[in-house]
């Protein structure tokens, strides 16, 4: 695994982007979305969602990790 941030592509409401997001944070957001039966995409998009626009999709995606492994879901 890398521990340095690489770009990954995701579709958010119709639209490409990307984040930067390390392979331990990409990995775990891949299983919580597996384990809600959603898609990457779609759960990107209701953290997207969610978000203030103080920060960025990339930390809002780790902060969302982070909560989910402190809440041991």
């Known amino acids: 695994m890398?521990?340095?941030?690489?770009?990954?592509s995701l579709t958010l409401k119709g639209h490409r982007t990307s984040?930067?997001?390390?392979?331990?944070?990409?990995?775990?957001?891949?299983r919580i979305a597996a384990a809600r039966g959603q898609s990457v995409n779609d759960l990107a998009a209701e953290v997207d969602a969610a978000r203030g626009l103080s920060s960025g999709l990339a930390?809002?995606?780790?902060?969302?990790?982070l909560e989910e492994i402190k809440a041991g879901r």
């Open 19 to 30: 984040v930067s997001l390390e392979d331990a944070f990409w990995a775990e957001f891949q």
């Open 2 to 8: 890398s521990e340095r941030p690489q770009k990954r």
């Open 59 to 65: 930390s809002a995606i780790r902060i969302f990790v």
